[in-house]
Structures are given as structure tokens and as C-alpha cells.
């Protein structure tokens, strides 16, 4: 089955680390997002890609770093210059003008200890 | 920039209500909108996508329609099921691109 695939589901972190959030798509779509989701606050988006080697960033982008060397992949890494990075990422895809939709992965859920 | 609004915020129902979700957004130059399910500590499930030129889409007791002109779209659940207790997003792309801009949700409770 063709879907998006997030690891880890659960992710610890302590103060001053980096650390990397995977995302893997077999869907063959062009765009990948990623979004961080707080309670109260809904889904905003920290960064895109449209193609491979190229990417954007979104509302939130402070503190984020991503790459696209892969269609397939599009890894972030929560460097230790975020302030606030307990939270639930989601990374999402897309056919590059979404006429068919987003497709989600189901989130990691990182904390900060 | 694109901004959604969904209402309202919370609703809790009995078990057999029909429901009505409301989705508002302010920039009508979209491609589609699509209604997406997150159940508590999951990834979002799609449940319905709209085109522009399309007026409403149904799947089962779900049935979603879209009215540009007015930036509206709201959410129908028949006989509602406690099953269907979840938060309900729905989410437009950014006035003519296709990078989605998402409501805060519309978080759902059914009772039996």
C-alpha cells in the first residue's frame, strides 16, 4: 500500500540536542510539508518542498532545518536553537498542484526532557 | 493570506444526531478543500476532497459542500455514531497556490 511513513512515533530529546524526524512517501508525489501541531493552536506549517533540492519555508521555519536530496524523503531536524519544540510534528504530501489532496503520515510526538 | 475559521470550536451530541461542521475561509481563489479526521495522538485521516468546480461530495453518511463564493463549506455526518468522535479539520489551499491553510478543528464527542 502506498502511504507516508514517519519514525519515530515517540521521540525524546534533551536540552541542546538536535535531533531528526524522518519522512518517507512512496506515494511518487512532488510535494512533502511538514507541520507542528499544539493544542489549541491547529497545524502550522514549518516548511515545504516542491521538488527535489528545493524547499521553503513556512510560518514557523525559526529553529527547523530540512532537506529534499530524495523525492521519497524529506527529513527535519529540530536543531537546539527552537525554544518550544515539545510538540506533534506531521509531515503531509502531495501531485504537486494537490488535485487529488494531502496525504498525512501519523505524526511523532516529541518531548523535550 | 489565506485564513479558515471552523465552528464550532467543541460540540457534544447524542448517539443518532445529524450534525452540521462549518468551515469558513477568506480567499476564494482555491483549487479544492478537503475535510480530514485526527483522532487523539494520530495523523489525519481524509474523509472527503472538493474541487473548485464541484458543489458537494458524499461518502457514506458524510457529505461536504462547497459554496466559493461565499468561502463556506460545511461537513454533514447522518446518524451520528459514537465512532465518529474525533476532531475535524478542513483544510484550503493558500489563495492560489496549493499549500494548505488549516482551521483550528471542530472537536467532536457522541455519545451513546
Known amino acids: 500500500d502506498g502511504g507516508i511513513t514517519q519514525s519515530p512515533k515517540y521521540l525524546f530529546r534533551k536540552e541542546g540536542q538536535n535531533v531528526t524526524l524522518s519522512c518517507e512517501q512512496n506515494l511518487n508525489h512532488d510535494a512533502m510539508y511538514w507541520y507542528r501541531q499544539d493544542p489549541g493552536q491547529g497545524l502550522r506549517l514549518i516548511y515545504y518542498s516542491q521538488i527535489v533540492n528545493d524547499f521553503q519555508k513556512g510560518d514557523i521555519a525559526e529553529g527547523y532545518s530540512v532537506s529534499r536530496e530524495k523525492k521519497e524523503s524529506f527529513p527535519l531536524t529540530v536543531t537546539s536553537a527552537q525554544k518550544n519544540p515539545t510538540a506533534f510534528y506531521l509531515c503531509?504530501?502531495?501531485?504537486?498542484?494537490?488535485?487529488?489532496?494531502?496525504?498525512f503520515g501519523s505524526g511523532t510526538r516529541l518531548t523535550v526532557v | 493570506k489565506q485564513e479558515v475559521t471552523q465552528i464550532p470550536a467543541a460540540l457534544s451530541v447524542p448517539e443518532g444526531e445529524n450534525l452540521v461542521l462549518n468551515c469558513s475561509f477568506t480567499?476564494?481563489?482555491?483549487?479544492?478543500l478537503q475535510w480530514f479526521r485526527q483522532d487523539p495522538g494520530k495523523g489525519l485521516t481524509s474523509l472527503l476532497l472538493i474541487q473548485s468546480s464541484q458543489r458537494e461530495q458524499t461518502s457514506g453518511r458524510l457529505n461536504a459542500s462547497l459554496d466559493k463564493s461565499s468561502g463556506r463549506s460545511t461537513l454533514y455526518i447522518a446518524a451520528s455514531q459514537p465512532g465518529d468522535s474525533a476532531t475535524y479539520l478542513c483544510?484550503?489551499?493558500?489563495?492560489?497556490?496549493?499549500?494548505?491553510?488549516f482551521g483550528r478543528g471542530t472537536s467532536l464527542i457522541v455519545h451513546p
Open positions: 483544510a484550503v489551499p493558500q489563495g492560489g497556490s496549493y499549500i494548505p491553510t
Open positions: 503531509a504530501s502531495s501531485i504537486g498542484q494537490a488535485i487529488y489532496g494531502y496525504t
Open positions: 480567499d476564494s481563489a482555491i483549487y479544492n
